[in-house]
């Protein structure tokens, strides 16, 4: 399982780490608009407002046998459920939206799941991941949710996961202001600045999420490679030990039966 973990994990992680870049630019882009933008209140996917419905987008593993990779994942959003959005979900206005089968079970037994898919962990196809980022701006703009957060694992190196809860509804303001951001966002814009932020934040928002995926399987691979080698390193020293009283105790029974042979021996001399 350890070699099969680390085969995927080459392909998981050469995906997560060519698109980073990507994203990346993509965000300072938006970063760079949003900052020009004469005003953003017409765009709804920028506007925060009091909090009374959320959607929580938990990503997790269709397969165990990866450490605390799952357990750590729903421990994370019972913390939010009864800390950060406990008067929400006290209300019944928390929507769980569960990618993997491990979090959608554990969470199920204590709350409803409004939203579940055991193959995206497994394809990383991005049209279906694209699908339920629109999905959840249709539901922000319509104000059926007023905060959207992704709970998953961010993949650091083979041994490592960050585990994270990032905003992702609505955008925060991220260019920062001031002079450096002014500077930086020095464009001449054709068409406008506000129409090419209402083409470019749903391809950017459906792109995050793509790439939350991405770092969740790649952690997912990442941990069970670590598990399996520790599992691995365990057994060999359970057998180590096995070994030892194993030899101690045929040690044992050899002297036993040589001294009942030599007490037989002498009797019968005497």
């Keep these: 399982m350890k070699m099969v973990s680390a085969a995927k994990l080459r392909r998981a992680q050469n995906a997560i780490i060519n698109l980073r870049p990507y994203s990346n630019k ?8 949003s900052s020009a933008a004469d005003s953003l209140d017409g765009m709804p996917l920028f506007q925060e407002r009091p909090i009374e419905k959320v959607a929580l987008v938990v990503i ?10 799952n357990a750590n994942v729903s421990k994370k959003v019972e913390a939010m459920l009864q800390g950060e959005f406990a008067e929400q979900a006290a209300k019944g206005n928390v929507k769980l ?5 491990k979090a959608a079970e554990l969470l199920a037994r204590r709350h409803d799941v409004a939203w579940r898919n055991e193959t995206l962990t ?3 196809a991005f049209d279906e991941i694209a699908e339920l980022g629109e999905q959840l701006m249709n539901d922000f703009i319509s104000h059926q949710v007023d905060c ?12 490592t996961q960050e585990l994270c809860a990032e905003d992702f509804l609505p955008i925060a303001n991220l260019g ?20 090419i932020l209402t083409e470019l934040i749903p391809k950017i928002l459906k792109l995050q999420l793509y790439k939350t995926l991405l770092d969740s399987v790649a952690s997912e691979h990442g941990a069970r490679m ?19 009283k194993y030899n101690n105790a045929r040690q044992s029974s050899i002297t036993n039966e040589l001294i009942e042979i030599v007490s037989g021996a002498e009797a019968l001399n005497n």
Excluded: Q, W
Aim: proline share 3%; glycine share 10%.
């Design 148 to 159: 959207v957060k992704i709970v998953y694992n961010k993949f650091i190196n083979p041994a």
């Design 97 to 101: 939206y569960c990618i993997g089968k």
């Design 26 to 33: 993509l965000n300072e882009i938006l970063g760079n608009l």
């Design 226 to 244: 670590t598990a399996m080698h520790k599992a691995t390193d365990n057994a060999t020293e359970i057998l180590k030990d096995l070994r030892l």
């Design 60 to 69: 997790s593993s269709n397969r165990g046998l990866c450490g605390g990779f």
């Design 176 to 195: 920062g202001g001031g002079e450096e951001s002014a500077k930086k966002a020095d464009y001449i814009f054709e068409p406008s600045k506000e129409e």
């Design 122 to 124: 497994e394809t990383s």
